[in-house]
């Protein structure tokens, strides 16, 4: 039987950046897809919502991580907002780690990443959406249909399309 020690805390604030990552398997048709809608969000200037779900562990945080990453090392900016379990009672909780604080209202949450995304294309990682809270979901609506060139790209279980 293996046994195991731990040694303390990582410095991971989510299962991402702990390492070592498994090998990353890629899904060119779901890249290519949502670098066509980072393209059209760049192009039109304007916000697009965008959702990946499916089953838990098929790779949606992963395709989104390596997607951020090629838009973080073209100098693109990106805010990952995490939902938990833990959080999933708190009013817009995932905003609180990208802000410092969580803000008062989704309309405060949404003006944050207008006034972080300002004319450039931004890309904003909604993780494990289905443990959001309703405040939460309604700053992502507001922000996805902003004016401001933000992709905002969800993750979730298939079940949040059950929710009303």
Known sequence: MPAFLVMGRSGARNRLEARPLTEY?????????LDAQWSHVAGSGSGRL????????????????????????????????????????????????????????????????????????????????HWAQPSTLEAVQLIARAPAPVLVVVSARPEIADDP
């Open 25 to 33: 398997v890629p899904r060119a048709s779901a890249f290519d897809w």
């Open 50 to 129: 965008a959702d990946i779900s499916g089953e838990p562990g098929i790779g949606k945080s992963r395709l989104l991580f390596e997607f951020s990453a090629v838009l973080e090392s073209r100098g693109q900016p990106v805010v990952t907002l995490e939902c938990s379990r833990r959080g999933s009672l708190s009013p817009l909780q995932p905003f609180g780690r990208a802000m410092g604080r969580v803000p008062a209202t989704p309309h405060e949450a949404a003006a944050w990443v207008d006034a972080q995304a300002g004319p450039e294309p931004m890309l904003v990682v909604v993780e494990d959406a």
